[in-house]
């Protein structure tokens, strides 16, 4: 079954992105967008400047520089409910859907 990169996977230091593309087809003003809304450098699922892309697209990235003070676990799972919330309302597979699981209080 074809469910994304996970936690585990990635170790808990990086954010389990699921690759689905939603918030990359919603990036409105924030970004210079396409038509449709989407960003300009989605191709496919896929950033074609993911090495440098900026710091809004780069959620450990944007944790490190505003949300240190926060747990990482915390803002994963925050964060991952905003990513379950638009991939529902765009009507994503549900096989994309971040494990909230696996961001347990330990």
Known sequence: EEDGV???ERGKDKFPC???GQCC???GDLMPAKEDGSCVHLDGNECSIY???PLICNI?????KHYKEMPRNKFYKFTA???NSIQEEGGVDPKYRVDLEQFKEG
């Open 25 to 27: 087809r919603r990036v």
């Open 18 to 20: 699921t690759g689905c």
């Open 51 to 53: 090495e440098q892309r």
């Open 81 to 83: 409910k905003c990513c």
């Open 60 to 64: 450990d990235a944007i944790r490190e």
């Open 6 to 8: 996970g936690w585990t």
